[in-house]
């Protein structure tokens, strides 16, 4: 009885190292945080201009969703920085969420995974991107005039209704995007010379 336990258990130990072996030579994608930034520096910008041009001063929740379905298209727009296709959600703390998309439906279904989040620090007047690995990059803003358009009004009043406050962001480690490099797991890709 004694010599089947040990062999199952010799057998179990090579089994685990095997597995260990096999999908730790897999590594997952990494997202390129540089590129999330940019990318979701662009969207607002713009989405800011197309509000401006409206007389929109307060945006409204409507326009919130309608402007995460415009940074989903922006993150998957030429040249792509992630193999697979990408989906955003805004969640009601006013994060952002990216998710991988495969099937395009801009839905989040149950086997679509998280690999970035966006929130915005308005006391440090930045955006903040993180992965899956906890890795954060930071944009900085001079001035307070990308904090005043009607998109990050309503960002920033969702954060205030889920408890999140200005300080919030205050003694979060983040790499600035200057100094931000993209793991190796990330694919290239950039946006800002397109822009």
Known sequence: MFGNIKTIAIVGVVGFVAYSMFYSSKS?????????????????NQYQEYLEANSIAEASDEQVDEFTGYLAQVMNSDPRFYDEPLGMEVLSDAKFSGFVDPNANGTRDSSEGEIFTIEIDEA?????????????????????????????????????????????????????????????SARSGGLRAGK
């Open 124 to 184: 440090n007047n930045r955006l903040i991107a993180t992965d899956t690995t906890g890795q954060s990059a930071g944009l900085r803003f001079s001035g307070a005039g990308f904090l005043a358009g009607a998109l990050i009004g309503n960002l920033i009043s969702r954060q205030r209704s889920a408890g999140i406050t200005a300080s919030s962001f205050n003694n979060r480690s983040v790499t600035p995007r200057n100094s931000y490099s993209a793991p190796r």
């Open 28 to 44: 997952e994608q990494t997202a390129d945080l540089g590129q999330v930034l940019d990318r979701t520096e662009f969207a607002i």
